[in-house]
């Protein structure tokens, strides 16, 4: 891409100064070439024409002035790319075997760390950086969540490079530092972003819905689902087309288009949600340990309880929760997701078998009049993807093609949820359970293998979910560019908040445990409808919207997200107080 004019002006200004006290001769261009003055004859003068141009790292010092001199070197460029690539015509005075020096270049100081450096040009990228196209990839869409640059601070990212990697492959000038991480064009293709937006979308919340049938219906429970899922297709398509129009994450749209309130409104509810995901999560992994050990003790009922359970499972989750590098959490979230399709699997087989022999269970109904309100928080909170719709619409490589991709993928998942929940609970009627893999026969090994291995891959995946809440909350607190790496007090303090916060999950689980049901429709009501329903209308209705029909839409979805957040929020109180 060619620079603009008025860049070209500033680049020859800039240039413009700096020759002013720079030595005569000598630059910094491709065709530069460098003389040993011992050698020069000055019996043989060139008359016919001017000296050509030194290589300015013929001079004393020159690999350290040399930027000063590639600011001139660039201005001359023009429209070309201001790289310094070797060019591949060659004239006759600087024609000489590739990556080969001069024996003048060979004494001077530095000379064959120089030559090194230029052989390994061709080899080594600006930024040396391993990059994994397996799972990987998608655990580092959690360091930008809802589009945020989440990840730590790149002074510390490179400050820790530099320290573990001191090798001659390193550069001879260190590259100058940011707060942020460079943006990196997209390249994932159609299929892997696919398989991204399914990993986004299918969660430990699809083990809730067999419950969430229970509250609603049968058919009430399956006309939520498909009404969720359309409403959010919806929001997802505003919030994709405020991004065509303004560009940048969730939270920068609503800097951008709300300002910085709105900005903040966004990042705290996401990590309110957050926080929610991960305590329903620890609630799930406590009732689904204690039905596994009460299967599996050979003597009576064990007495320790869920609250215990919630506690235990800090022993873990504290260190988890230090580590800095969201991608070492990698195999962890790839354990919890391959357990997470291993049971729905079975779910699968065994719904489909009993159904086929006994029929479906006499206490289904249709609908539920009593809890039919805590189905629509329970089918809210299954949608939990809307954080990462934008960070991998960015990684691919035709972002354009990203909201066909999406519609398919919300179908699929549509069918997903709904036949999970609809064949559970025609499988179990009103005995299904919240833990639903504990309606299952808890006298069969490969029943309780998957009861356990689940549990335990979500909890080592559950420091996952919290990562972005996490970074969230480090960045109002410390700033974006405070390094833990340069100061101890930093580091510490920043220990000790993920330890708090980590701790306070506990707190709310244990205080929600008694119903978790309730607890995740509370979730699902409060903190999830704003992020789906009310912000996308919003930013649209303010940033994009230009027609008085298409305002009112955005309006009018408002006025649902609204009414339907605080109805839901409002009657789960009640049921939940009243037991």
């Not at 299904?432 to 490969?446: A, D, F, G, H």
């Not at 979910?465 to 390094?483: C, D, H, M, W, Y």
Request: glycine share 8%; hydrophobic share 40%.
């Amino acid at each position: 891409m060619t620079d603009s004019a008025s860049q070209r002006e500033r680049r020859q200004a800039e240039a413009d100064v700096v020759s002013r006290y720079l030595p005569p001769g000598y630059t910094a261009e491709p065709l530069a070439v460098t003389v040993d003055s011992g050698n020069a004859s000055p019996s043989t003068p060139d008359l016919t024409s001017p000296p050509e141009p030194q290589d300015s790292l013929s001079l004393q010092g020159g690999d350290i002035h040399r930027e000063i001199f590639k600011i001139g070197a660039k201005a001359k460029l023009g429209q070309r790319s201001a790289s310094f690539a070797n060019p591949t015509i060659r004239t006759s005075s600087t024609f000489r075997p590739r990556n080969h020096i001069t024996a003048s270049e060979q004494r001077a100081p530095g000379g064959f760390r120089r030559q090194f450096v230029q052989q390994q040009q061709q080899r080594l990228s600006t930024v040396t950086t391993p990059f994994s196209r397996t799972f990987l990839s998608f655990l580092a869409l959690y360091g930008s969540f809802a589009g945020e640059d989440l990840a730590e601070s790149e002074e510390e990212s490179v400050a820790t490079i530099e320290d573990e990697d001191e090798t001659e492959t390193r550069p001879l000038l260190g590259r100058r530092k940011s707060s942020r991480r460079p943006v990196k064009p997209g390249d994932a293709g159609i299929t892997k972003s696919f398989f991204t937006l399914l990993k986004a979308f299918i969660g430990t919340g699809i083990m809730f819905l067999p419950k969430a049938f229970n509250n609603g219906g049968m058919l009430f429970s399956s006309i939520t689902l498909i009404t969720v899922s359309l409403l959010s297709c919806l929001s997802f398509h505003l919030l994709l087309l405020c991004r065509e129009r303004h560009g940048g994450g969730y939270g920068e749209l609503g800097s951008a288009i709300g300002g910085s309130k709105m900005r903040a409104l966004i990042l705290g509810s996401i990590t309110l949600s957050q926080i929610g995901f991960v305590c329903s999560g620890m609630i799930f992994i406590a009732e689904n340990l204690r039905s596994f050990l009460n299967a599996v003790s050979p003597g009576p009922t064990l007495i320790i309880g869920t609250k215990a359970l919630i506690a235990i499972q800090l022993v873990m989750l504290v260190p988890l929760a230090l580590i800095r590098d969201i991608s070492r959490l990698g195999p962890a979230a790839l354990l919890a997701d391959i357990f997470i399709f291993i049971g729905l699997f079975y779910i699968w087989y065994y719904d489909v078998s009993t159904l086929a022999t006994s029929g479906i269970h006499p206490s289904v109904q249709l609908f539920n009049p009593r809890d039919f309100t805590l189905t629509i928080g329970s089918a809210i909170f299954t949608y939990e993807g809307i954080g990462l719709i934008l960070p991998i619409q960015s990684s691919m490589a035709e972002p354009s093609k990203f909201p066909r991709l999406l519609y398919v993928v919300m179908v699929i998942i549509t069918v997903i949820f709904t036949s999970v929940g609809a064949l559970c609970y025609a499988t179990f009627g009103d005995k299904t359970r919240v833990e639903i893999i504990s309606n299952y026969p808890q006298t069969s090994k490969l029943v309780n293998s998957i009861q356990f291995l689940y549990s335990m891959a979500i909890l080592v995946g559950t420091p996952v979910q919290l990562f972005p809440a996490t970074r969230i909350i480090e960045n109002k607190v410390f700033g974006e560019r405070a390094s833990g790496k340069r100061s101890t007090a930093t580091k510490w303090t920043k220990n000790a908040l993920r330890t708090s916060l980590t701790v306070l999950c506990a707190l709310i689980s244990i205080l929600g445990a008694s119903d978790l049901d309730k607890f995740v429709a509370l979730i699902g009501a409060f903190a999830c409808v704003p992020l789906v329903y009310i912000y996308p209308a919003y930013l649209h209705f303010k940033g994009v919207a230009q027609s008085p029909l298409v305002k009112a839409g955005d309006i009018f979805l408002c006025v649902i997200g609204l009414g339907a957040m605080i109805y839901s929020t409002a009657v789960t109180i009640s049921t939940w107080i009243r037991g």
